[in-house]
């Protein structure tokens, strides 16, 4: 994933996307060390739309990283 710096969801304030960015680095970090992060353990307090955003893009991250796990490239 890259950085969602262009702020798609702009009835989320700024601030709160960029910590959502945060918070999905940390968790793709995770799975390029080899580790399985786990969703929840990286909603931490995050509520509303700020909870929904964290989900939706760490839950597309883990999909990423499962199907590069299934099919890896030469």
Request: proline share 5%; glycine share 6%; hydrophobic share 30%.
């Amino acid at each position: 994933m890259g950085s969602r710096a262009d702020h798609p969801d702009e009835s989320l304030p700024l601030s709160r996307y960029r910590h959502v960015d945060k918070i999905c680095g940390q968790f793709e970090a995770e799975s390029k060390a080899g580790r399985r992060p786990r969703v929840e353990d990286f909603l931490g307090d995050a509520a509303g739309l700020e909870r929904s955003t964290l989900e939706r893009e760490l839950r597309a991250i883990e999909a990423e990283w499962k199907y590069a796990c299934r099919f890896p490239t030469a």
